[in-house]
């Protein structure tokens, strides 16, 4: 089975602060992908990288960065959070970057930027 | 540009009762991916079913089933004998046939099966 994991269930920040969003996946996935859900707009693409140190930016780019230094290992970063960056964050992997293949989800880290 | 309609926002059912959720997508591509995918209450997007452009057969899962109608753009999701378990939010998203960055998500229905 594919294992994707996010380093926190639930997080609080103050206005501000520099956050870090971790992401691993255990299947060897050339692919892997930041999205935030937020209520009525669905799951929204920040950023996705399709190998090591490749980066390519979603529909959503503004205010975050992302670096991946190692395969399994997608960050998120958020350099100065403001509360609109208050929201649920998904990260993603899947297989071949040559076709479109199914994404595989990890269990989301809900954010709150006070 | 590419586009996935959930009209249905939320849904109520009773126990055992069949449920449809409505998926319409809009796309210039001649191929393309369909996808559904739960999100139960824990979070965690669960993948359901990815069906390709050219593959308009229907598909059937245990009490799940997809109807896939180009015709009509849609690709409806039908729940059969509902249980409680099958309270999530469920989204339909749509992607290019080439390139795994650009999968396009529905703004997702929310099912409440009542006991």
């Known amino acids: 089975d594919v294992k994707v994991t996010q380093s926190s269930r639930y997080l609080v920040k103050r206005t501000g602060e520099k956050v870090f969003l971790e992401c691993v996946q255990d299947m060897d996935h050339e692919n892997m992908f930041w999205y935030r859900q937020d209520p009525g707009l669905g799951l929204r693409l920040i950023y996705f990288s399709y190998d090591v140190k490749m980066k390519e930016k979603g529909d959503i780019p503004e205010g975050y960065s992302v670096s991946r230094e190692k395969k399994e290992r997608f960050s998120l970063i958020l350099e100065s959070a403001s509360t609109n960056q208050t929201s649920m964050y998904l990260c993603?992997?899947?297989?071949?970057?040559?076709?479109?293949?199914?994404?595989?989800f990890g269990p989301g880290t809900r954010l709150t930027v006070l | 540009a590419q586009k996935v309609t959930q009209a249905q926002t939320e849904i109520s059912v009773v126990e055992k009762e069949d449920v449809t959720l409505d998926c319409v997508y809009e796309?210039?591509?001649?191929?393309?991916?369909l996808f559904w995918y739960k999100q139960p209450p824990s979070g965690e997007l669960v993948f359901l079913i990815r069906?390709?452009?050219?593959?308009?057969q229907n598909e059937i899962s245990g009490r799940y089933s997809w109807n896939f109608q180009k015709s009509t753009s849609s690709f409806n999701f039908t729940i059969t004998a509902s249980q409680v378990v099958d309270s999530a939010v469920y989204f339909c998203a749509l992607s290019e046939f080439v390139g795994a960055n650009n999968l396009f998500f529905g703004t997702g229905t929310r099912l409440t099966v009542i006991p």
């Open positions: 069906r390709n452009s050219f593959d308009e």
């Open positions: 796309t210039r591509d001649t191929t393309y991916y």
């Open positions: 993603a992997s899947s297989w071949d970057s040559t076709t479109t293949d199914t994404q595989y």
